[in-house]
Nanobody
Framework: QLQASGGGVVQAGGSLRLSCAAS????????IGWFRQAPGKEREGVSC????????YYVDSVKGRFTISRDDAKNTVYLEMNSLKPEDTAVYYC???????????????????????WGQGTLVTVSS
């Protein structure tokens, strides 16, 4: 299973680092995606990292502010979130899938329904 943690309450402009830790299996063979669901909205993909860790993807709204990384020795993937905005307020989920997706040579996150394992979510609240 996956365990997402690191959420909390932070002021606009602040930072948080989310962690996604796996238990019962190794993340070495999985691409990891971070998703978020704001109140009253559908869940959206935020970022993902390839199995190797060499490829990453970010949704436009977080580019330049969020950084995804993985430490396979710790069986953990991180989402470093800087310059947080109130619109980043959401429950953040991590998910794992055993493949990478490329379209015309560009790395993309898999579709939400394709992910095999999901974490329980961690709440991030950004106050203005």
């Amino acid at each position: 299973q996956l365990q997402a943690s690191g959420g909390g309450v932070v002021q606009a402009g602040g930072s948080l680092r989310l962690s996604c830790a796996a238990s019962g299996f190794t993340l070495d063979y999985y691409a990891i995606g971070w998703f978020r669901q704001a109140p009253g909205k559908e869940r959206e993909g935020v970022s993902c990292i390839s199995v190797s860790g060499y490829r990453t993807y970010y949704v436009d709204s977080v580019k330049g502010r969020f950084t995804i990384s993985r430490d396979d020795a710790k069986n953990t993937v991180y989402l470093e979130m800087n310059s947080l905005k109130p619109e980043d307020t959401a429950v953040y989920y991590c998910a794992a899938i055993g493949k990478d997706v490329y379209y015309s040579g560009t790395y993309y996150c898999s579709r939400e329904y394709e992910y095999t394992y999901w974490g329980q979510g961690t709440l991030v609240t950004v106050s203005s």
